[in-house]
Structures are given as C-alpha cells and as structure tokens.
C-alpha cells in the first residue's frame, strides 16, 4: 500500500484503511501504541472538512477518561485550524458525562428530581460503606453466620466486612446494568440454592444505598447510564433529535464499554447509524472493578453488518516481546486446556512492527530479552523473593533503566 498522508499526518497502512470509513457501523481493533487516538481524531475531522455533518449537525466523540477527552478535543481542533476553519462541528465527552447531560434534555421522562447530583465514586463508595454498617449492625449474627469459625478474630472480621462491601458494589452495579430496582432484583432471587444467600445479601445492600442516593437527590455513574436509556426509550422524538444532532458516533477505549454503556450509544447511532468503535480486545484492565469487558467489543466486532477493521502497527515495544505477546493470546484462544476459557481469553491477532521512517520506531530487537521461568514455586513468598532478586540483579547491570514488577495484587505488590 502506497504511503499516503492525512492534514499532514503520514499514515500507518492500517491507519489508511480506517480512515477511508464512509459509513456505518465499524469496529477497530487496536493493539497499544497503534495511534489510535490521533486516527479517531483525524476521522472526526476528516468527516467535519468534508461537510459530513450538515450545518447543524456534529462529529460525538466518547471516551472513558477525562484526560483523553482533552487529548483527543485538542488534536481535533488542531486539524481545523490549520486547515483554516471554525474549530466547530464536534463534540468530546465521556459517556457519563453526555448520559447526565441527556438526563438534563428530558428529566421528566427518566423519573430524576430537578436538581439531581451526581455522585462521584468517592461519595459512592462512602454511602456503601454505610450500608454495610447499616446492615451488619441490624444482622449481626447472620453476617457472622457467613464465616467458617464460630467466633471469629478481628482479623477476620475486618476482611470479612471489606468483602461484604465489595458483594454490595458488585450486586449494585450489576443490577443497575440489569435496569433492576432493588425490589425487583428481589423478586427474582430463587428460594434457595448455591450462592443464595450471598445473593440476598447484595440486594440488601443494594437498596440501602438506593435509599442513601434518594435522601440526597444522587445519581451514581451507572445510574446516569441507566435513566439516560430510559429517557431515550420514552420518546421518539426527542431521541430522533440527538441522532439528527450527532449523525456520526466515534467510540474511543471501546473494551471499557458495559452492555449498558454500548446500549445507550446503540440507540443514538439508530438502525443503519454511523458508528464507529475503536478499542482493544485484549485489555480488560477495567473489567477488574467495573461491569465492563473486552468480550462485548468482541462480540460487537461479529455483529451482522458491522465492518471489520485492526490497527496493529506498534512502535511501543521491540518485536520479541510483541512475538511473546501474540503467542500468548494465540495460545489462550486455541489451546488452553479447558475450552471453555479460550473463548473468553483473547483475541488472536498479530502486532505488526511500524514501517521505515516511521517517527516511532520499534526499539532494536537487541535490546530485550525475554525469558519465561516455567518452574513452580511451593509458596507465593518464594516466588516473591526470586522476583525480587531479578529485578534488583538488573537495576544493578542495567542503572539508566527503570524495572516495573506487575502483581496480581496491591498486597502481593
């Protein structure tokens, strides 16, 4: 593929096939350090030069992060103005934050009191913190009922109240993704069975800090999500209006996206829409402590009708590693030993290396080394020690390089 350039921008063969989008619904797979954010940027302004948008209309950039909001508004406005144009036509926001401003547009179909606020995660985790309080001090003896010993230490108790928490959070945040009131995730719970009683647990906890949000008028993040769909399902109209306002949707960190999150840009796209959603399938950071996962971008890519695109061109890491990395996901989509698990592993790909003259090169394949100790170890504090050793054994060979240690908890850390 011949070398072509964008508003000045040389452009990686992968970049070139995105950026020749015309329309509809489009999924991008992108491996880190493929640019995904100045092709999203450069998409968005190629489709407002181009007069795409109509007068009225503008180019809806969503994203996760605050940060890449003005990472990705400043390189957009950049590219108009050089071009000499209004920087005009285009509008960067997280999902949270275009969800409360839909729940603005029509309060009085989401069922939201006027003045509603929006609790940050901080404020959140406070008000489940007292709804766990709340409830072990109203069922004491229950809760103590959950643990293994009949009287159990401090110790103990103190792990137990932090997981008690985390079932709270976890029972919340899927039922909101449900679209579930608190009485009605009840009605669902079976009367008895494996796990039932954890279940019931949640959703107790889970209307307690319903009730904590109605005292103060509060709107979590999924629940901006969740009343924001509802508002778009009640009327037409009003929806019909936001998809004449953003005729074209472009989806950054996509992997980082609920079912609930990919429902609410699902309506606004529309049947036959513009959509355009650029993620990674194999990162699933988020998917940790939220109710995302990669497996819905993957499954998106599937879709009938969706357009199938990858950005894997990377200079971030020398081609060892990306070898090593490829392999791995190969490896846990196709032969993982329960089969189960490969279809929720990985998605199989391979990481290309930047072209000649590209401005960021891959480092020298001379340059890393990799290695992989296959040997087991008898307790997790010998294999701490061994890889403390490594990692020491190579700052002192290695002074001008900094070692990250990745672990897969904060304590193990």
């Not at 926001?93 to 003045?115: E, F, K, N, Q, S």
């Not at 509603?116 to 409830?135: G, K, N, P, Q």
């Not at 061109?313 to 990306?322: D, N």
Request: charge should be negative; hydrophobic fraction near 40%; include cysteine.
């Amino acid at each position: 593929m011949a070398e072509q350039t964008l508003f000045g921008y040389r452009l990686r063969p992968h970049q070139q096939q995105v950026l020749a989008y015309e329309g509809g619904r489009m999924a991008v797979s992108a491996v880190p350090g493929s640019g995904k954010t100045l092709t999203l940027a450069l998409l968005a302004a190629r489709l407002i030069v181009e007069g795409r948008i109509g007068d009225e209309g503008e180019v809806l950039v969503v994203t996760v992060q605050n940060s890449a909001v003005d990472n990705i508004a400043a390189r957009i406005r950049r590219i108009l103005v050089e071009q000499r144009l209004p920087p005009v036509g285009y509008r960067v926001c997280t999902l949270h934050r275009l969800a409360a401003d839909i729940l603005r547009g029509r309060r009085d179909l989401a069922g939201v009191d006027d003045y509603f606020a929006i609790v940050d995660e901080a404020a959140s985790a406070r008000m489940m913190h007292l709804a766990a309080e709340t409830w072990i001090s109203q069922n004491r003896a229950l809760w103590l009922s959950f643990l293994p010993e009949e009287e159990p230490n401090e110790s103990m108790q103190k792990y137990w109240r932090r997981d008690t928490e985390a079932i709270g959070r976890e029972v919340s945040k899927l039922c909101k993704h449900l679209r579930l009131s608190p009485a009605e995730a009840e009605a669902l719970l079976p009367a008895d069975g494996p796990g039932v009683a954890f279940a019931r647990l949640g959703v107790a906890l889970y209307a307690l800090y319903a009730q904590y949000l109605r005292t103060r008028a509060g709107l979590d993040f999924d629940d901006l999500i969740w009343r924001a769909t509802d508002a778009l399902d009640q009327d037409p109209t009003f929806l019909a209006h936001l998809h004449d306002r953003w005729p074209y949707i472009l989806e950054d960190e996509a992997q980082d996206s609920s079912p609930l999150q990919e429902a609410i840009l699902d309506r606004l796209a529309g049947p036959g829409g513009n959509w355009v959603r650029v993620g990674d399938p194999n990162q699933a950071i988020n998917s940790t402590f939220t109710a995302a996962d990669p497996r819905f971008f993957r499954a998106y890519m599937r879709q009938p009708g969706v357009t199938r695109r990858a950005l894997l061109e990377t200079g971030r890491c020398a081609r060892p590693l990306m070898a090593m990395a490829d392999a791995l996901a190969f490896w846990g989509a196709q032969e993982h030993p329960v089969e189960a698990v490969r279809a929720l592993s990985f998605e199989p790909q391979r990481m290309a290396p930047t072209p000649p003259g590209d401005p960021q090169p891959n480092p020298p394949d001379e340059s890393c080394h990799v290695r992989i100790a296959s040997r087991p170890f008898d307790e997790v504090s010998q294999e701490a020690q061994a890889v403390a050793g490594w990692a020491a054994d190579y700052v002192r060979r290695n002074p001008q390089d900094t070692v990250a240690v990745l672990c897969p908890t904060n304590a193990q850390g």
